[in-house]
Nanobody, 125 residues
């Protein structure tokens, strides 16, 4: 059974940088495309970004472009989200998710089969 576990969240100050990690286990990591989503207080969960199975293609939502970077290390079965110049509005629970390539729209939650429990990121002003 595929399992995902996020780490690296915490309390940071505005302007700080942060890197989240997502450790994959229980399957063949390079069979799955990987995505990051987030859910802010009182908000719906939203797409942040995605990378394909080999990490050669990435796609970002408008909220992520320019300040968020997604990467994966298939040798370590780990997926990353690096965020620069964080703002209070970036406060959210960040989730990683795995999807089978071609399974629907990668921007939507429904296309992902496996989810981590999430890691809280709180950005103070």
């Amino acid at each position: 059974q595929v399992q995902l576990e996020e780490s690296g969240g915490g309390l940071v100050q505005a302007g700080d940088s942060l890197r989240l990690s997502c450790e994959f286990s229980g399957g063949a990591f390079n069979d799955y495309g990987m995505g990051w989503f987030r859910q802010g207080p009182g908000k719906a969960r939203e797409f942040v970004g995605y990378t394909n199975t080999m990490g050669t293609v990435t796609d970002y939502s408008d909220i992520a472009k320019g300040r968020f970077t997604i990467a994966r290390d298939n040798a370590k079965n780990t997926f990353y989200l690096a965020a620069d110049s964080l703002k209070p509005e970036n406060t959210a629970v960040y989730y990683c998710a795995a999807r089978t390539p071609g399974n629907g729209n990668l921007w939507t939650e429904d296309s992902y089969s496996y989810w981590g429990q999430g890691t809280q990121v709180t950005v103070s002003s």
